[in-house]
């Protein structure tokens, strides 16, 4: 055995290692390309600004980014990373598959719904209930097999426990849309679910954005910064306290609200104080990312990770805007630059930024894993080429600030101007992204990856034996 | 029904620089029905409650002070198998409880960014003997090493030091090279 004095552990043999996951590429293709739908729509004037927040082309728009775009891009990324977050292995490779294509289908329902409330395909009947059912079908097996995949790993680790959270929170996003399709498609007439339908739409935000998209954002964040970083991982309190802090904004936010509107009373309360505990949450969060990049072990760090500075700056200016406006008693005619900030300058910014990192990563495990040590392999970071995507994301968050400015005074042509700035960059990223998955870079530079199987642009290859 | 416990206390072993898991599992397979243990170890053993799961036993730890940590085992229903893939594995390592020889080759990882150390590792490995042992370094569990080892055959064993930062992996290379 070891010698002694050097205090091995031993006892694990058998540890389970993460394999790649099979789909994880078809959800970020899906995603990426409801992206580029979105922000066409955005250019072509579709949707807010041009219409109104509530208007059923607004409906459209936003669904296309939050399902199509940000819940397939995190369903994928989940996939793999859940796992790894565990050091355990995806209960089922094979459910994502259905999964992908229930909620594809469910979104593709529910726009055509939103479609007939805006007066076309009208000599339907309402498709609203039926996307409800499909969709809610769709990220039932996601939630089902995300879940066998954390249930045998309790006690969970601290970024699990964000993930944890974050996927109770789709569960109640989803339920939400439910009883929204329900009651818009005329499907009902029980009260308390009227009373739901006409005034929870805050809770369904916040859960979706709030608990869903963001909760699970900051969980895998604090591993995968921590990771690229060679940082020390996130001991202590703090972070503790930024998963409490956050579990008690959704409770106040989702129950009491709840309660609130049910009792008729205002959701002003619930959701101030929801706001004021999620603030204290996302500070913490901010002094623990600091942390984590003044404790990093690399001094220059990769394209990933310099860019998610700009996404964590997107979140921080979203929130001090967010202030400036109550502050000024503009609270509610800001809500859409801060939505706007928030969904594409925090979220689709991190989420751009570190698939930047995972798909050349996912590819490079995928083509030279089973090679490593037998042949001479190229680096992850040879798949890329950094200079030239740079640009691209550069590109990106300026459009992403100058359309939040330009929704802030009012300038739908310059929104408009922004958009097709942010549609040019997301394609430019994009075309980085395949490059890397197809190796072509690798290629570029020598004689070319003969010797590996070539990478399938849409899913993983499961392994050879 | 009530669960009677074993007492084991590995603390002398691990402070002497030794390595109690032999010992654990003697002791576990000496259990009787309804018998349970209580483990008491320097540290969390966590990596442990894995493989105590996978023979049904649930548990509970208590720091009961200087770092030192009571753990009660508890027998349950066997877990189902989580994975196919599992079986195999973990059949291959019940089969061998022999004791490994000393490390041949020894990897400090620590420094190196993700994927380096994995890369590093499975170069090492290839210029090994059947049944040398390479003892790696490493600044976070391994979990994309893993199904690599797997596949080539390898067996390991791995755990964090009680520093709680450095993770220590000992690999025993199985293949003959001229079989490779």
Redesign the interface.
Known sequence: ???????????????????LSRWTMSYFFAALSALVAAETMMVAGFGYPAAGLRAPETLVLVHVITIGWLSLLMCGALFQFA??LI???LYSDTLPLPALLLVLAGLGLLLAGFLQLAGWLSTLPSLLPIAGVVLSAGFAVVLWNLGRTLW?ARPLPLPARFVATGLVSLALTVTFGVIFATVLGQQTNSEPLLAIAGAALPLHVAAGIGGWLTLTAMGVSYRLLA??M?A??LGGARPKLVLAFAIAALVVVVAVGIGAVLTGASLLIPLLAGSILALVSLVLYGADIVHLYRAR??RFIELNSRMAIFALASLAAALVLTFALAAFGRFTDGLGPVVFLLVFGWLSGLGLAKLYKIVA?LT??ECY??V???MT?P??QDLVVEHRARKWFWLYFLAVWFGTLAMLVGQAAAFRIAAAAMLVATIGIISEFARARLLSDVEARSDGPDAVRRPHLLFSRP?A? | MTTTFVDLDVRPILKDGGEPFDLIMKAIAALGPNQGLRLLATFQPIPLFHVMKSKGFTHEATEIGEGDWEVLFTPGQAVEAETPTQAPAAAAAEADDSKWPDPEQQLDNRDLEPPEPMVRVLAVIETMQHGQVLSALLCREPIFLFPELEKRGHQWRGGFEPDGTTYKVLIRVLHNKEAA
């Open positions: 055995m070891a010698p002694a004095g050097t205090g091995v552990i031993p006892k694990e043999k058998m540890m389970l290692g993460v394999t796992p790894v050091a355990r292995r045998p990771m690229f060679l020390p991982e072990r690399r990563f490079w495990l894993g089973p490593l040590g037998r392999t680096r992850v392994p034996n």
